[in-house]
């Protein structure tokens, strides 16, 4: 009677799903490995885990300070600790296969989505647990060039001269996000009615100091009485230019949020664009010191992520009540960028609290 007891037990365990069966155990363990924290990281790090936490998860995060060795180890030190899912921001793309074949090794259909850093398409194939969660940098460089363009065709030629004047401020170059932001901006800029001219590029860290120790060298140096528009490859370096565009009297903004932005003087304001959608930058928009930030819409990616977990657990179909968008090609999803303006900017002015 005893065996008999223990076997039916044994069947009943076999007949539940692996997210029942790690329920049994505990909340499923899900370890979260991001390449760093800079500021958009930090914003889709905590993202990630509050949706976990709010499904249940036990989820435990790391970062790799963008060493792809530190990455390797910590996938070591997880798979030794043990985990029910595991999600990667990666350091190296080119890491994507070995940090899968490992994982593989040691547990046969676990659940690995990588976020925000595309990896090579045959990745994804090596399992159908295996998918990816992200974002179009080509699309959010698009959107960019498109909110510069829009700024100047009602009237912001801060020269008079009818050519559109531009700086290009960029992520470290080599940078896969700043080559697909990057080379998508310059193609829609020069396939357009509008005459533009690139002032120059520089290529920074990603960072507001370094955006605002090079704004400021520029305005000291350069006679900025047709620079347009200031274009940035994320949020953090918009902001650090626009400290130092308001350190030297310029975009001081104002609160009426009713305002369009074409009403700024010409000479007292000049154009910066982005690309994140962060807090900080929202709120600039709203008080029309940036022009606008293109939203990378990391809840939505984290809500997705967390939905394939479950489903992969529950050996569930997985369709588009899972990935809430469509599948760009087999197991990879990405989600639509936001276009953030003065004429929107309302709507998302409590987006990071209210999602």
């Not at 960072?207 to 605002?212: G, L, P, V, W, Y």
């Not at 709120?283 to 489903?311: S, W």
Request: hydrophobic share 45%.
């Amino acid at each position: 009677m005893k065996i008999a007891k223990i076997l039916l037990a044994a069947l009943l365990l076999a007949a539940l799903t692996p997210l029942a069966q790690a329920a049994l155990q505990g909340p499923p363990r899900v370890v979260l490995l991001m390449r760093n924290l800079d500021p958009f990281n930090q914003i889709l790090a905590q993202a990630m885990e509050d949706e976990a936490e709010q499904r249940g998860f036990d989820i435990r995060s790391v970062s790799a300070s963008d060493n792809r060795e530190l990455q390797l180890q910590q996938l070591r030190d997880a798979l030794m600790d043990g985990l029910d899912a595991i999600i990667i921001n990666v350091v190296d793309r080119d890491s994507a296969e070995e940090m899968v074949d490992r994982i593989l090794s040691r547990y046969e259909e676990v659940p690995i989505i990588f976020i925000d850093r595309d990896v090579p398409e045959g990745v994804t194939f090596k399992s159908k647990s295996i998918w990816y969660v992200g974002a179009s940098n080509p699309d959010a460089g698009t959107m960019m060039a498109e909110s510069v363009l829009d700024r100047f065709s009602v009237g912001m030629d801060r020269g008079g001269d009818t050519v559109l004047s531009y700086l290009g401020v960029h992520g470290p170059e080599g940078d896969m996000h700043q080559i697909q932001r990057s080379k998508a901006f310059h193609a829609a800029m020069g396939v357009t009615w509008i005459e533009s001219k690139c002032l120059g590029e520089v290529y920074l860290d990603w960072s507001r100091r370094a955006a605002d120790d090079f704004m400021s060298r520029y305005l000291s140096t350069h006679d900025v009485t047709t620079l347009d528009v200031v274009a940035c490859d994320n949020d953090d370096m918009a902001l650090g230019v626009l400290d130092a565009l308001q350190r030297n009297g310029y975009n001081s903004g104002y609160d009426d949020a009713n305002a369009r932005y074409f009403v700024h003087s010409g000479s007292s304001h000049i154009g910066v664009v982005s690309i994140d959608g962060t807090a900080a930058a929202i709120e600039a928009v709203g008080k029309h010191r940036l022009d606008a930030t293109i939203l990378n819409d990391t809840m939505r990616q984290a809500a997705i992520t967390c939905n394939l977990i479950e489903a992969i657990f529950d050996g569930a179909d997985i369709g588009i009540d899972v990935t809430m968008e469509k599948e760009i090609w087999p197991r990879s999803v990405l989600v639509p960028h936001v276009k953030i303006t003065d004429l929107n900017v309302k709507r998302f002015a409590d987006y990071y609290t209210l999602y």
